[in-house]
């Protein structure tokens, strides 16, 4: 696994870089947010490590940016940063990142978190899932996810990782109520820690791109006091091994 660590100070991002090579994970360093994004640009990596308070474009900006590219290799984004106030990880989580830590940090616990992160893209390991409902397609092998509209064509959609395993839990279960512990238990597991409303942040996000009115939803519906349910009829569920 390919990670890209973004820190200005040197003998943290050694510190990182030597905790995680241990492990076997292969990393590359960049000391400002403009060549974190050439660098991103130049070989998508697996996994981003991104100080907040960085030189050039601040660490907010830089996953913004990298979250709004099309077709490019979507990472998973690790915010590590002295800032520890609650509202300052639920602006992170909701502008892309999947997770946050606070300096001073473990080295343990990093390269846990790091694990964590990375072993959501291998639960479907052996197995090629398709989901289709009445207007949606999602592919969690590939990780494509389509949506088509009455009458009109197939229209890709470009969302973010936690977007894309936010409409798959949804188009997996279509009418089940889930609250937002449960939404963080699959998106985050137990590597949490932060106000649980970052949901409704990136239910918004994700309605943003696949309802026809954001405002007046058609398929997330929100639960009154509990949460949220996706409202759009199972086609089919077809799990295919990989040989």
């Given amino acids: 696994m390919d990670i890209l660590i973004v820190e200005d100070e040197p003998e943290i991002a050694h510190l990182i870089e030597l905790s995680l090579e241990k492990e076997g994970f292969f990393c590359r360093i ?20 991104l100080d907040l308070m960085i030189p050039g474009l601040d660490g907010l900006e830089v996953c913004a940016r990298i979250r709004q590219k099309p077709g490019v290799k979507d990472p998973y984004i690790l915010m590590l ?13 909701s502008t892309g990142a999947d997770d946050y830590m606070v300096k001073p940090f473990s080295p343990r616990e990093l ?15 052996g ?4 989901n289709r409902t009445q207007h949606f397609i999602v592919d969690v092998e590939q990780r494509t996810a389509s949506r088509q509209m009455d009458s009109q064509e197939v229209e890709i959609l ?3 990782t936690l977007e894309f395993n936010l409409l798959t839990t ?24 932060g106000d649980e409303r970052v949901v409704d942040t ?21 639960v009154v006091g509990v949460g949220y349910k996706f409202e759009d009829p199972l086609v089919a569920s077809v799990v295919l091994s990989n040989q």
């Fill in 30 to 49: 960049s000391r400002d947010g403009m060549n974190a994004l050439r660098m991103f640009q130049e070989q998508p990596p697996d996994l981003i490590i």
């Fill in 81 to 93: 940063t002295a800032k520890g106030e609650e509202i300052d990880r639920v602006i992170g989580l």
């Fill in 111 to 125: 390269v846990a978190r790091v694990r964590a992160l990375l072993r959501r893209s291998l639960r479907q390991g």
């Fill in 127 to 130: 197995q090629h899932q398709v």
């Fill in 158 to 160: 470009d969302l973010t």
């Fill in 170 to 193: 949804f188009v997996s279960n279509p009418g089940r109520v889930w609250n937002r512990t449960q939404l963080i238990d699959k998106l985050w597991g137990d590597n949490f820690f």
């Fill in 202 to 222: 990136h239910v918004a996000r994700l309605r943003k791109k696949i309802e026809p009115d954001p405002a007046n939803p058609t398929f997330i519906k929100t």
